[in-house]
């Protein structure tokens, strides 16, 4: 993590002009004393100075964020302490009003994350795994999702079928091919676009349905496209630029 | 709910200090404006709407504390060059 060291007179000068450099608080930070200001060993004039690192610490400051934004939401919340796993900081936030943190479907909760992970990394000046819980919500349903996909494995192979799972988000997607990924007799992927993107379990000796013939519907558009872009006009440029963006919008389509 | 914008907004652009989020209520209804620098605009509404969304996901769950309903709008940038009213 980002560290910087400075000099001063004394330790409290050289903490105060790190953590102006670094841009942050002394709750986001830790701080390490390497040598104490003072006269030098031998007496001599121009005494010792001061020289303190700060580190910055991404679950510090992460945990100073969640408490700012659910403070100004008016929340009664306990914002418990960050923890890191598998290269990911994970913070739960407790408490009477945590149902209103997770929201619908934990939408809440996800633009919570969103924003939480967008701050964070500019604060870190880098990119943060970062999971917003709120009363376990999350880690109970990733539970379930698990289970859930055990379930369907169990039935993709007892009725020789493919098993469609509806309504699951990106992550939760993430983590049926991750439970399953390892067992040989399924195949997982996922067809359809968000937000109508569904997980398909299927057995591996039948392998994924084959792919339809583009409707016609798709391909007029396509033919149409086309011939703007040989015209050289624009009318329809969100449109495409929408298209390529869902290409590389890895979080909604890559699983 | 306007501190909550503010402070969400600011953390978000890299010039705080022409952040201006003003609060316009009305009986039932709460408008909450917010004006950045041009540059910064991108950070605030970020890839599809992204950020835009979240914040006013947020801000909506704030309101039902209060039992208002909420909109957030974020202006775009003044023609007249980055004069701000």
């Not at chain 1, 799972?165 to 091919?177: F, G, P, S």
């Not at chain 1, 440029?237 to 929408?242: D, L, P, Q, V």
Request: hydrophobic share 35%; with cysteine; charged share 35%.
């Amino acid at each position: 993590m980002k560290a910087i060291e400075k000099r001063a007179r004394t330790v409290e000068e050289a903490i105060e002009a790190a953590l102006c450099e670094l841009n942050v608080t002394r709750d986001e930070v830790e701080i390490e004393v390497l040598e104490e200001s003072g006269r030098g060993r031998f007496n001599i004039l121009g005494s010792q100075q001061a020289r303190v690192r700060v580190t910055l610490k991404p679950e510090l400051i992460l945990k100073g964020v969640v408490k700012n934004i659910v403070e100004r939401m008016g929340a009664t919340v306990i914002v418990e302490e960050p923890v890191e796993k598998e290269g990911a900081f994970y913070i739960n936030i407790g408490g009477a009003d945590a149902g209103l943190i997770i929201g619908r479907n934990g939408a809440t909760l996800d633009a919570m994350q969103v924003i939480v992970s967008e701050i964070v990394r500019k604060r870190c000046n880098s990119s943060v795994l970062i999971w917003v819980d709120a009363d376990r919500y999350r880690e109970r349903r990733w539970e379930q999702v698990r289970k859930m996909a055990l379930e369907a494995m169990q039935r993709a192979k007892a009725e020789r079928r493919r098993i469609r799972l509806y309504n699951l988000k990106a992550a939760e997607r993430r983590i049926v091919h991750l439970t399953l990924q390892n067992n040989p007799d399924v195949i997982t992927y996922s067809e359809g676009e968000e937000p109508n993107r569904v997980l398909v379990i299927a057995p591996a000796d039948l392998g994924p349905r084959p792919t339809r013939k583009p409707s016609e519907r798709s391909q007029r558009m396509q033919r149409n496209q086309q011939r703007e872009h040989r015209h050289g006009v624009s009318r329809n440029r969100s449109a495409r630029r929408e298209q390529r963006g869902t290409g590389m919008n890895l979080q909604d389509d890559a699983y | 709910m306007m501190e909550l914008v503010e402070y969400i907004v600011r953390q978000l652009v890299d010039q705080p200090d022409k952040v201006q989020v003003r609060q316009l209520e009305g009986e039932r209804t709460v408008v909450i404006e917010i004006k950045v620098a041009d540059e910064d605009l991108g950070k605030v509404i970020g890839r599809k709407g992204r950020i835009a969304q979240a914040i006013r996901t947020l801000v909506r769950a704030a309101a039902t504390k209060r039992g208002k309903k909420v909109t957030v709008e974020i202006l775009p940038p003044s023609r007249s060059g980055g004069h701000t009213s």
